[in-house]
């Protein structure tokens, strides 16, 4: 991918579903136009079963983005769909041709997709795998067989986390395969005021806020933040935790430790999907975001913090310290809610959040979509 325009296939979710990954597909391919290339979304029109989907809609209400093309065609469970799709697209002629990988699941959709496709491709024509996860942070039965199929269909791999390389490796050794972070989210808008994002949440200026963001899963440690918050020297401070993301768990076991603490009142619940619109009320209210993960790869979330020039606390799983130095834009901690309480107490009693945020304004430019860019270019030759 040299500076000759380019005719690209990203295949993943795209609106009108909804979620980090579409958010980013829709980001990638905008950042590809911006550079000349022309670009195609092959999107779902199912993605998951209700019946083993954990939230309550897949889908936006947001309109659909008028400078993108998504054609939202794939039947993730329906083979006979990826026999016509792939058909449809071995038509085709592609320069490039990109795949997000985020579930064994989806791999024998992907994996049959991205064969038939081939087929009618020259042979210059790459197929890349932007992986998220290859062994997921909730395994299944049939997790490593899915995998392997869906990566014996690529040429080269963009991996976001270092440990995500490595498991690349167990599967695919041979092929080439590239780590780059994580680009930052910049299409949440603007940086708002503290007190413009604190009006429009209806939150006091009188406290300071921590902010735990997105779908509230088991791997993601709600429990040992709320552990952790029960400090009472965050009392002193005037802390109060948001946790702003739609559960795709019940929520039984947070409300035990809340009422366990007494924490009821030092807590705002914003339990849903939090739309486009509504994120810079969260961030920029924040002074600190939270991911006291279990099990991760790369986050999503530390890159919406970035734009935001949000500091973060985050613990030391998967490519969390990769992207969050310690101590110059925030903290690593291990999972030990008392070395979190440690770190949550030093940044409001010290009063870090001046010096980490004039980190991070340097620090983020090494998210930029354009360094993305250059390693698919590295390996599409």
């Known amino acids: 991918m040299n500076s000759a325009t380019k005719n690209i296939l990203l295949v993943g979710p795209a609106h009108p579903l909804r979620g980090g990954i579409a958010t980013f597909n829709e980001q990638l ?29 897949q889908f936006t209400d947001e309109p659909p983005p008028t400078d993108l093309k998504i054609s939202s065609k794939m039947n993730a469970i329906n083979p006979l769909n990826w026999l016509a799709i792939g058909n449809e697209y071995r038509k085709k002629k592609y320069d490039l041709i990109i795949f997000r990988f985020w579930l064994p699941l989806m791999s024998p959709c992907l994996g049959t997709i991205a064969r038939l496709i081939r087929l009618g491709q020259p042979k210059s024509t790459k197929i890349l795998a932007i992986t998220d996860n290859v062994i997921p942070h909730e395994k299944r039965i049939g997790d490593k067989i899915f995998t ?19 498991d690349i490796n167990l599967f695919e050794p041979k092929k080439p395969k590239v780590y780059t972070p994580h680009p930052i989210y910049d299409n949440y808008g603007e940086e708002i005021s503290r007190e413009q994002a604190l ?15 997105g779908l509230i899963r088991a791997y993601k440690g709600l429990d040992l933040l709320l552990e952790a918050f029960a400090d009472k020297r965050l009392r002193h401070e005037k802390v109060k935790l948001i946790i702003a993301g739609e559960p795709y768990e019940s929520m039984d076991k947070y409300a035990q430790i809340i009422e366990k603490y007494n924490l009821k009142t030092e807590i ?3 339990l849903h999907f939090i739309p486009t619109d509504q994120v810079a009320n969260y961030f920029c209210a924040a002074d600190l975001i939270a ?6 790869t790369q986050s999503g979330v530390s890159q919406i913090a970035y734009h935001f020039n949000k500091p973060m606390l985050v613990t030391d799983v998967g490519g969390l310290a990769e992207t969050v130095p310690h101590q110059k834009v925030g903290y690593v901690t291990s999972q030990n809610p008392t070395e979190i309480a440690n770190y949550l107490v030093d940044f409001f009693e010290n009063k870090r959040a001046e010096a980490f945020i004039t980190a991070i304004k340097i620090e983020k430019k090494r ?14 030759h």
């Open 29 to 57: 391919a905008r950042s590809l136009q911006a550079q000349g290339h022309s670009v195609e979304i092959l999107s779902f029109s199912l993605q998951y079963p209700d019946f083993i989907f954990p939230g309550t809609s």
């Open 199 to 213: 009006k429009n949440l209806n939150l006091s200026p009188e406290n300071q806020y921590i902010l735990f963001f």
């Open 148 to 166: 392997k199929y869906f990566l014996a269909a690529c040429d080269g791999f963009i991996a976001m986390a270092k440990a995500v390389m490595e």
């Open 367 to 380: 998210f930029e979509w354009t360094t993305l860019i250059e390693k698919l270019v590295e390996l599409s």
């Open 291 to 296: 991911q006291p993960y279990k099990t991760a």
């Open 268 to 270: 705002i619940s914003h």
